[in-house]
């Protein structure tokens, strides 16, 4: 029997948690295994989750990976990655001060308004500081909020880590965290360090003693303990990488290593990103900025409302009766969508589409609570083909609108996500943006950046260069078709200049809205 050497990798996801080993030399997925996130919402604007609850249920998905393993595998290391922001709070045992308190938690809301309404009094914003559009799931005003309203609970509170840092300190038994998830504090980013400033800023100046060690992810953090090795199945020993922040491990696990490279996940959201050798900050105030391995600065802007919930509503909303099909196996929504690209044409006769589905409006590469989704163009003969490729392009303007606002030339893009399985829609991208599009035969992205870090911390690859060429395994690249960039430049013109114009509507709606929608037109 031909001896396999796999690398495992862990993300510890918001809904869900994803193991998967994988054979080092291939990047071939050997054994993989899933379960739901436990988590509870004690009221509308929290999300919290039970630490040692989450996990064991971690520890249970790495204990069906290893038993499912050949016979003779070594196991060389672990990597994990997860969510970032939000509190896993420690006392000086290490023991969770209360349930973690995740990122979509919203509790905060309100400290964070009071702290940015006086951003304009101190000479360098949050922004410009932390590279960060601040959330209320953040550290920071989470902390803040605990130290106003919780008290008894902050004053218990030692040490601060992210979702993978707890994971990793029940595997290992150390308690560390790296530089992706420091930036989601987040911190000085240029300098890449803690920032005193802005835990003065949120009236907590003690917290900053509260941040553990930060280690390089691609280096051995410890051993898998004896009792993470009864409940995982790992040997006890078995190197454990420090890992990094689920943002910064999906771009690894895709590939997009280098500059010129960029990735975009057509999941329910958009999200845009890419890593260079300097900190890119623009555009102002919109979108993440986190610290990458070897020294590196991803950039990040996501359309939260852009992405396969608008194929999903117009597929429920104006083809219903081909929603039953599809629910009772007669086709499947991949054949819907490639007949529906084969029955009309680029620039879908100037049907065109604003994907700000979301309640929160656009979130890329503009801010604007009030945006919401649009069709303009449509006629007497618009059919629901017609609505299907509107949404494929309307998403493709909008991935182009991010891109175009980052002052940083893309040669390629790799796709990721429920969405870039559908070849009619990557090819579509392709042709709006002029560029191609590549989509790695990637299975766990999150997961596989997470192993590749964990390769790296037992020499199994010399840089992550190395590593993306010996895991990430080639898919399928789609090149723009240049006979169609034209009209993709005219729809792209008029989806812009038709931005102002809806920005009043959205406005005069908002407005009519919170006045109960009764005041009587003019």
């Known amino acids: 029997m031909t001896a396999l050497d796999v690398l495992i990798g862990v993300d510890k996801g918001t809904s869900s948690i994803k193991t998967i080993a994988v054979d080092a030399a291939t990047g071939r997925t050997v054994a993989q295994a899933g379960c739901v996130t436990p988590s509870s919402r004690p009221a509308a604007d929290r999300h919290e989750e039970d630490c040692e609850a989450t996990w064991l249920a971690t520890a249970g998905t790495i204990a069906r990976v290893t038993a499912a393993l050949p016979a003779g595998t070594t196991v060389l290391s672990v990597g994990v990655t997860g969510h970032m922001g939000g509190v896993w709070a420690l006392d000086d045992r290490a023991q969770p001060v209360g349930p973690a308190i995740c990122w979509p938690d919203a509790r905060a809301a309100g400290i964070l308004e009071r702290v940015r309404a006086q951003d304009g009094d101190h000479a360098r914003s949050l922004y410009d500081i932390g590279g960060n559009a601040m959330i209320s799931g953040m550290p920071y005003p989470l902390l803040a909020w605990l130290k106003e309203h919780d008290p008894a609970r902050y004053a218990r509170i030692r040490h601060v880590v992210m979702a993978k840092d707890f994971i990793n300190l029940r595997l290992t038994g150390v308690l560390a965290t790296d530089e992706s998830d420091l930036s989601f504090w987040p911190c000085d980013l240029r300098n890449r360090t803690v920032s005193p400033e802005l835990f003065a800023r949120f009236g907590i100046p003690e917290a900053q003693a509260f941040v553990p060690p930060v280690r390089d992810g691609r280096t051995r953090l410890g051993g898998v303990t004896a009792a993470a090795a009864a409940l995982t199945g790992l040997p006890v020993g078995t190197p454990v990488a420090g890992g990094c922040g689920d943002a910064a491990a999906n771009m690894l696990g895709v590939g997009a290593l280098g500059d010129g490279q960029a990735t975009t996940t057509l999941g329910t959201s958009l999200m845009n990103g890419t890593s260079s050798a300097t900190a890119v900050l623009d555009p102002a105030d919109v979108g993440f900025s986190f610290l990458m391995p070897e020294g590196r600065w991803q950039r990040q802007i996501t359309n939260s409302g852009g992405g396969t919930l608008c194929l999903d509503w117009v597929m429920s909303t104006f083809c219903a009766a081909t929603g039953d099909q599809i629910a009772r196996g007669g086709t499947t929504l991949g054949a819907v969508v490639d007949a529906a690209m084969d029955a009309t044409v680029p620039g879908n006769d100037g049907l065109l589409f604003h994907p700000y589905l979301n309640t929160a409006g656009a979130t890329a590469p503009f801010v604007d609570g009030n945006a919401r989704g649009s069709f303009v163009g449509f006629g007497p003969d618009t059919t629901a083909d017609q609505l299907i490729r509107a949404v494929l392009e309307g998403t493709a303007l909008a991935v182009r609108d991010c891109y175009e606002a980052m002052p940083v030339a893309i040669d390629e893009i790799r796709l990721t996500g429920g969405g870039a399985r559908s070849a009619p829609w990557c090819q579509t991208i ?86 109960g929608g009764t005041e009587e037109p003019s």
């Open 430 to 515: 392709a042709d709006v943006l002029q560029k191609p599009m590549t989509v790695p035969d990637v299975e766990e992205s999150g997961a596989l950046g997470a192993a590749m870090l964990g390769g790296l911390a037992v020499g199994a690859f010399h840089d992550l260069d190395h590593a993306g060429k010996a895991l990430v395994r080639p898919g399928s690249v789609f090149h723009p078709r240049p006979e169609h960039a034209a009209v993709h430049d005219h729809a792209f013109a008029t989806y812009r200049a038709l931005l102002g114009p809806l920005a009043a509507v959205w406005a005069a709606s908002a407005d009519h809205a919170a006045q």
